[in-house]
C-alpha cells in the first residue's frame, strides 16, 4: 500500500490501491504522476492528487525493483528481477526498448540530469551505462498522434511542443 502524506499537518491525504509489495516509487519531474514498482511484475501510473490509477504498465516478468523518470518526464526507466530494463514511452504508454546486458536481476536505475545517460546496478554486482538516444520531435509527434488518433489536447501540447508551435495542428485527420 502507498500513503501520500500532508507534512504540515502529518494527515494522509491519499491512499493508493496498490496491493502487491512496492519496491520503488519515483514522483515525475513535473510532480503530476507517481509511479510506482510492484513485486507482481508491473508499473503503476497514479494521479497523485486524486490517488487514482492512471495506467499500469506490463512487460516485465520478474519483480520490478526500481524505477526512474527522465529528467523531462518523457520516459520511464524501470529495472527488473527479469535481467531487464525498460524505457517506456510515457505519451503513449509503450516500451520504447528493452535494455539487457545484466547477467541477472538488475536492482537499481537513474538517469543522468541531462537524460542521455542510464546508469543500472544489478544483483550481478556491475553497474552499466546506457547511451539514450533522444526522440526525434517529429517522428516522436508522430508516434503520439498515431497512437491516441486524434490531435493534442492544450495540456499534451503545453507538455510536448515548443512554445511556438501551441496553437498549430500536429495531427492531421
Known amino acids: 500500500m502507498v500513503q501520500l502524506w500532508d507534512l504540515s499537518s502529518e494527515q494522509i491525504r491519499a491512499t493508493l490501491g496498490q496491493t502487491d509489495l512496492v519496491s520503488s ?3 515525475s519531474p513535473d510532480g503530476r504522476t507517481l509511479a510506482t514498482a510492484s513485486s507482481d511484475g508491473t508499473v503503476r501510473l497514479w494521479d497523485p492528487a486524486t490517488g487514482h490509477t492512471r495506467t499500469t504498465l506490463t512487460g516485465h516478468t520478474g519483480w520490478v525493483n526500481a524505477v526512474a523518470f527522465s529528467p523531462d518526464g518523457r ?5 527488473s528481477d527479469d535481467g531487464t530494463v525498460r524505457l517506456w514511452d510515457l505519451a503513449t504508454q509503450q516500451a520504447r526498448t ?3 546486458g545484466h547477467s541477472s536481476g538488475v536492482r537499481s536505475v537513474a538517469f543522468s540530469p541531462d537524460g542521455r545517460t542510464l546508469a543500472t546496478g ?3 554486482g556491475k553497474a552499466r551505462f546506457w547511451s539514450i538516444p ?3 520531435p ?3 509527434i508522430d508516434k503520439i498522434c498515431s497512437a491516441v488518433g486524434r490531435d493534442l489536447t492544450p495540456l499534451e501540447r503545453s507538455a510536448y511542443l515548443p512554445a511556438d508551435q501551441l496553437l498549430a495542428v500536429v495531427c492531421p485527420a
Open 25 to 27: 516509487v519515483a514522483f
Open 75 to 79: 520516459t520511464l526507466a524501470t529495472a
Open 98 to 100: 528493452t535494455l539487457t
Open 122 to 124: 544489478g544483483y550481478d
Open 134 to 136: 533522444s526522440q526525434d
Open 138 to 140: 517529429v517522428a516522436a
